[in-house]
């Protein structure tokens, strides 16, 4: 009992958390003042939880390569209004649409849930208040 207790630990010890590519310290102080871009929306994709930390969940918006969340971190993006598609790709595919407005800033969780192989995802368009908390929680990660 003691020895699968103690194989258990060290297999356990062994899983980290995800390491994605984190982005510039300047860029994430910056996108933490929340400034809304004049002309075009910006967009955050956030992961401010610490559950499903050893997977790593690629982001696509608009088909193109966003980049990848870990636990703890977000994706930022200015894009111009009209409509655009996040897909965030784990153990599922989960999309969300938004209809960009100029001025505008969204908010994106980015949901980890239990899966059968690995972490599943689910995407939720969430207000000002609660967007802004899990940005303010988590570390840019780099955006391509």
Not at 101 to 119: F, H, R
């Given at each position: 009992m003691k020895r699968l207790l103690l194989a258990t630990f060290f297999a356990l010890s062994l899983v980290g958390c995800a390491s994605v590519n984190m982005g510039d310290p300047k860029q994430d102080a910056a996108a933490k003042t929340f400034k809304a871009p004049q002309g075009n929306a910006g967009i955050y994709v956030y992961r401010n939880e610490t559950m499903g930390a050893a997977a790593k969940m690629h982001v696509d918006l608009d088909g193109r390569t966003l980049g990848e969340t870990g636990a703890k971190t977000y994706l930022y993006k200015e894009v111009t209004p009209g409509k655009h598609t996040i897909t965030s790709k784990a153990e599922n595919t989960d999309s969300l649409e938004i209809?960009?407005?100029?001025?505008?800033?969204?908010?994106?969780?980015?949901?980890?849930?239990?899966?059968?192989?690995?972490?599943?995802?689910?995407?939720?368009?969430?207000?000002?208040?609660?967007?802004?908390?899990?940005?303010?929680?988590?570390?840019?990660?780099?955006?391509?």
């Open positions: 209809d960009a407005k100029p001025g505008v800033l969204y908010y994106i969780w980015q949901e980890v849930k239990m899966g059968i192989m690995s972490a599943r995802t689910k995407l939720h368009l969430v207000d000002e208040a609660t967007g802004k908390k899990g940005v303010l929680e988590s570390n840019l990660a780099e955006t391509k």
